[in-house]
């Protein structure tokens, strides 16, 4: 049976664990081994892990680091970061890794998306959509390169041309929502959702558990994921790795979905 999945989304930057505000300034919050560690334990859904400057910085995925993060963890790991070829995603998925995230190399190159999807399944082929509202009356544009290079395109349009290319799922990403922790662009996800079959995930905004009830109310079998609410605690943003325990999860779900 289908139901929401609750994911951790870590940024990496020179193999520490961080996170960003608005794809901005950075905080330093620990190993991401150690973060790995502590999710096996809380037994989290899925875990997504994106090396934030491979792209940016023109080089290689980390496949020593992807190796370390694929061994320790016990749930389903997506990596994204550097991926620019379907020779490179084998490399990662031989490491155990059991989905690749894409980003620019997908948006400029779609037979990317379809290259790899024929030859490990489209369940393994993620697309994530950084997406930014541009100009005076907020229209949205997917943006790459850690927010630096605008695309021009719209995030409807991508959707549906990623789903077409092959993609597995797509991974809609709210710039302007990054770290904020005030909560999800409904708006956003209600459009992006309306226009694609395949499973969806979003992140960017959740700073409590209320936040994801909130997204799963509307959406019950998307994909939720965050930062911010899972590796910081209170007012004053204290580093603390944290995420429901299981009746949390179960509890919150279920009063989500049965809300009116």
Do not use: W
Not at 10 to 26: A, I, M, Q, Y
Not at 99 to 128: D, M, R, Y
Not at 181 to 186: E, N, Q, S, V
Request: glycine fraction near 8%; include cysteine; charged fraction near 25%.
């Amino acid at each position: 049976m289908l139901h929401p999945r609750i994911i951790p989304c870590l940024l990496v930057r020179n193999r520490g664990l961080v996170k960003t505000f608005g794809f901005g300034d950075s905080k330093y919050v620990g190993d991401p081994i150690n973060a790995v560690k502590i999710f096996n334990e809380k037994e989290v859904d899925e875990l997504v892990v994106l090396d934030i400057d491979a792209t940016a910085e023109k080089r290689e995925p980390d496949y020593k680091m992807i190796e370390n993060l694929a061994a320790e963890c016990r749930m389903p790991l997506c990596y994204g970061g550097g991926v620019k070829t379907a020779e490179q995603a084998s490399r990662i998925f031989a490491l155990g890794v059991e989905k690749v995230s894409l980003s620019s190399a997908a948006i400029e190159s779609p037979g990317l998306v379809s290259e790899i999807s024929a030859q490990a399944g489209a369940q393994s082929v993620v697309v994530t959509l950084d997406v930014k509202k541009k100009g005076l009356f907020g229209k949205f544009s997917v943006y790459t390169h850690n927010a630096k290079k605008s695309t021009g395109k719209d995030p409807v349009e991508l959707a549906i041309e990623m789903q077409k290319a092959g993609a597995g799922e797509i991974v809609l990403n709210s710039i302007d929502n990054d770290g904020a922790m005030k909560g999800y662009d409904l708006k956003l996800i209600d459009r992006v959702r309306a226009e694609i079959t395949i499973p969806m995930t979003v992140i960017g905004g959740a700073g409590s558990l209320k936040h994801i009830s909130e997204l799963i109310k509307e959406h019950p079998f998307i994909g939720a994921a965050a930062g911010s609410l899972f590796v910081f605690k209170g007012k004053y943003k204290a580093v603390l790795i944290n995420y429901p325990n299981r009746q949390e999860k179960i509890d919150l779900i279920s009063a989500s979905i049965s809300q009116p």
